[in-house]
Structures are given as C-alpha cells and as structure tokens.
C-alpha cells in the first residue's frame, strides 16, 4: 500500500509545471528551490513514474506528467474546497440542524425566525418538526438538535444533560365569543371566569401545559369546570366560537383568532405561559447561531437571562 501523498508534492509539481521552470515554481511557492526539487522526487517515487524531464535550458512534462496535471490541480482544488468546508462547518455557516418546535412557536415566531436564520446562515440546512414539549425533550440528541418548548419545569432544569434559556413570556388571554357578555372588557381577572365552562388540554399528552394553566387558574382561587379538551389551539378556537367554552391562550393565539372570537388579556400577575430553548450535550456552531437568532428575534440576550 502506498504512503498518501503531500498536498505540498502536488502543489510542487503544479507550480514547476505551470511555470516550466524550478526555480519559478519555488518562488511562487515561497520555498526554496532544492526543497522543490526533492518535493517532485517524492511524488514520481510515490506514483512511480517520470512526471519531469530535466535538462539544463528547460523543463518539459512527460506524456504522463501532462496527464497528471489536469488531475492534480483538480485535487487541489477539492482539497481546498474540503477545507474551506470544514471551516465554514467549524464556523456555524454551514451543515444541517434538526428543530423541533411545538406549535404555537409557529403563530408569530417562527417565520421570522426562520428568515433571520436565512440571512445569516444560507448554507445550514433546516429540518422542521411540528412536535408536543413532551415528544421534543424525548427526542433531543437524538432526532432532534435544539426544541422550541412551552412549559419547562423545574424537573426538566434539573437533568444534567439539558442546556436551555428562557426565551418569550407571554401574557395569557381568555378566548370568548365575540357575542358573550365579557368579550368587549379590556382585560379580566380570572376570578371572574368561576361560572364559565373551560376547554382546556388534555393532560395526556401535554402534560406540562396542561398543568400549568390549572396551577395559574389555582393561584387565583379559580378551579375550572372543564367541559371538553381540545390538543390544538386551532381546534381549541374554533370550539370557543361554536360557544363550547372559554380557553386561556398565550396572546401569539392572535394570529390564528377566528374573526368571531375575542382574545382579552388576564390581568392576574403571573397569568403568563413561556417559550423555552432546550438542547442536550454540547452546542455545535450552527445550533448556537441558532440560539443567538432566537434570542435576538425575542428581545433577549444570554447574558440577560442569567445564562
């Protein structure tokens, strides 16, 4: 098996070549003229032919040295493609992320996002995934690369393995008919809510949402009739207007508001939802251009969020 060849033996012999001459080719090169010299010997050793005849006026190319050098400047040229790829790897300009993101990322979020990420980084390719908190943090690492999450607990903040940073706070709003009694007030408490019936998430399979928006409604002395559930705000809304029900949404809800249902701010402190990056093991270049836009787009920095 033969050693693998200098990529300085090609670019010698590229150099004397082009050049016709020694010593010219090893000024090009920067080197000296004997180190050329041994550099091409090397190379018709390694391949086991002439590439050069040598005389005392000129240098000319063997039949096979004229074949060969098409092939070698091709091979520099890949190579150093190769490298500027890694580079630009290393870099975060280049390669491939996996994001997953629950839904309601989806409302306001995450187009702009995606155009941000665009502009800075037009070569990293993106694969999109529409899934619950619950599905993202189990497939993190594995399938997925970093998760737009809603609803990290303190159980989650306590795994070694997961890095996150808070991204967006989010006021919580009642959805109503636009017909119902409450829906022209500017803002509601929700102990005014305690006679109306809610639509609200399943637990299964969204626990973690699930369960907040009844530790919000508890803190306020509010224990909710729950008449139905729904596992998508677009369906959740459309039942709120069929008057099934009222629903607490994050005010992103607005961009996907039926024109004949009414979104009105809670006015209780702490009646917010969060939105959450989350990743495990270290950060690759791209997911931290990644991290970087997101918080941009949210107002945020890391440092601003004690990270």
């Given at each position: 098996m033969?050693?693998?060849?200098d990529?300085d033996?090609?670019a010698?012999?590229v150099?004397?070549?082009e050049?016709?001459?020694?010593?010219?080719g090893a000024?090009?090169?920067?080197?000296?003229?004997?180190v050329?010299?041994?550099?091409?010997?090397?190379?018709?050793?390694?391949?086991?032919v002439?590439?050069?005849e040598?005389?005392t006026?000129h240098?000319?190319?063997?039949?096979?040295g004229s074949?060969?050098?098409?092939?070698?400047?091709r091979l520099?040229h890949d190579?150093?493609l190769?490298?500027?790829?890694?580079?630009?790897?290393?870099?975060?300009?280049?390669?491939?992320?996996?994001?997953?993101?629950?839904?309601s990322?989806?409302?306001?979020?995450?187009?702009?996002?995606?155009?941000e990420?665009?502009?800075?980084?037009?070569?990293?390719?993106?694969?999109?995934r529409?899934?619950?908190t619950?599905?993202?943090?189990?497939?993190?690492?594995?399938?997925v690369?970093?998760?737009?999450?809603?609803e990290?607990?303190?159980?989650?903040?306590?795994?070694?393995?997961?890095?996150?940073?808070p991204?967006?706070?989010?006021?919580?709003?009642?959805?109503?008919?636009?017909s119902?009694?409450?829906?022209?007030?500017?803002?509601?408490?929700?102990?005014?809510?305690?006679?109306?019936p809610f639509v609200l998430f399943p637990?299964?399979?969204?626990p973690?949402?699930?369960d907040?928006?009844?530790a919000?409604?508890?803190?306020?002395?509010?224990?909710p009739?729950?008449?139905?559930h729904a596992?998508?705000?677009p369906?959740?809304?459309?039942?709120?207007?069929?008057?099934?029900?009222?629903?607490?949404?994050?005010?992103c809800?607005?961009?996907?508001?039926p024109?004949?249902?009414?979104?009105v701010?809670?006015?209780d402190a702490?009646?917010?939802?969060?939105?959450?990056?989350?990743?495990?093991?270290?950060?690759t270049?791209a997911?931290?251009?990644?991290v970087d836009?997101?918080?941009t787009l949210a107002?945020?920095?890391?440092?601003?969020?004690g990270?």
């Amino acid at each position: 098996m033969r050693a693998p060849i200098d990529t300085d033996l090609l670019a010698s012999f590229v150099a004397v070549a082009e050049e016709r001459h020694f010593r010219r080719g090893a000024e090009r090169l920067h080197v000296a003229q004997p180190v050329v010299s041994r550099r091409i010997q090397r190379l018709e050793q390694a391949i086991g032919v002439a590439l050069i005849e040598r005389t005392t006026r000129h240098v000319a190319l063997t039949d096979a040295g004229s074949i060969f050098l098409d092939d070698a400047r091709r091979l520099l040229h890949d190579i150093e493609l190769a490298f500027a790829r890694a580079r630009r790897v290393d870099q975060g300009i280049l390669g491939s992320l996996t994001i997953g993101f629950v839904e309601s990322a989806a409302f306001e979020l995450l187009a702009p996002l995606l155009r941000e990420l665009a502009s800075r980084v037009p070569d990293v390719t993106l694969e999109l995934r529409e899934l619950s908190t619950e599905q993202q943090l189990a497939d993190l690492h594995a399938d997925v690369d970093v998760a737009i999450v809603r609803e990290l607990g303190r159980h989650d903040l306590e795994d070694e393995g997961l890095e996150s940073l808070p991204l967006l706070e989010e006021q919580l709003h009642v959805a109503l008919p636009s017909s119902h009694r409450l829906a022209d007030r500017d803002e509601l408490a929700l102990s005014e809510l305690a006679d109306l019936p809610f639509v609200l998430f399943p637990r299964p399979p969204v626990p973690r949402l699930h369960d907040h928006l009844l530790a919000v409604c508890a803190t306020a002395g509010l224990h909710p009739t729950i008449v139905a559930h729904a596992s998508q705000y677009p369906t959740m809304l459309a039942m709120v207007a069929a008057a099934q029900g009222i629903a607490l949404v994050p005010a992103c809800a607005r961009a996907i508001r039926p024109a004949d249902v009414r979104l009105v701010p809670v006015s209780d402190a702490g009646a917010t939802t969060s939105l959450s990056l989350a990743w495990r093991g270290p950060g690759t270049p791209a997911l931290e251009t990644f991290v970087d836009a997101a918080l941009t787009l949210a107002g945020r920095t890391p440092s601003s969020t004690g990270a």
